[in-house]
């Protein structure tokens, strides 16, 4: 399975990047990965005219997208767009952090998971 992360580099400018997480047969129900430990979870509804200037993280975190779309922007400038069923980590705690908003006028909903520093995906 492959998802997004945002995280930032040794000058505190931020990435996108591509993680792989390996899944195994876990038989009649599918594959699985294996367990990863998580911390807490948030649900959000963001407006549709969210618009968030540069901001780091508040923690380590993945973001599910359940509804609505949104996109993102690095130090680079460069931008992704993310809709629902789209997973990102975001490590980017420190530094000059990303921009996100709201795409289409839509209103958002995701849930955060908060994730350990020493959990490697």
């Known amino acids: 399975m492959r998802f997004t992360r945002i995280f930032n580099d040794d000058q505190g400018k931020s990435h996108f990047g591509d993680l792989?997480?390996?899944?195994?047969?876990?038989?009649?129900i599918g594959f699985l990965s294996e367990r990863f430990p998580v911390g807490?979870?948030?649900f959000r509804e963001t407006p549709s005219d969210y618009d968030f200037k540069w901001h780091p993280a508040p923690q380590r975190q993945l973001l599910f997208i359940i509804k609505g779309s949104c996109e993102f922007m690095v130090s680079s400038g460069e931008t992704r767009q993310f809709s629902g069923g789209d997973v990102l980590l975001l490590e980017d705690t420190q530094g000059e952090g990303h921009c996100s908003k709201a795409l289409n006028n839509e209103i958002r909903h995701s849930i955060f998971v908060t994730v350990p520093e020493d959990v490697v995906f």
């Open 40 to 42: 807490e979870m948030i």
């Open 20 to 28: 792989n997480i390996a899944v195994r047969d876990g038989g009649p």
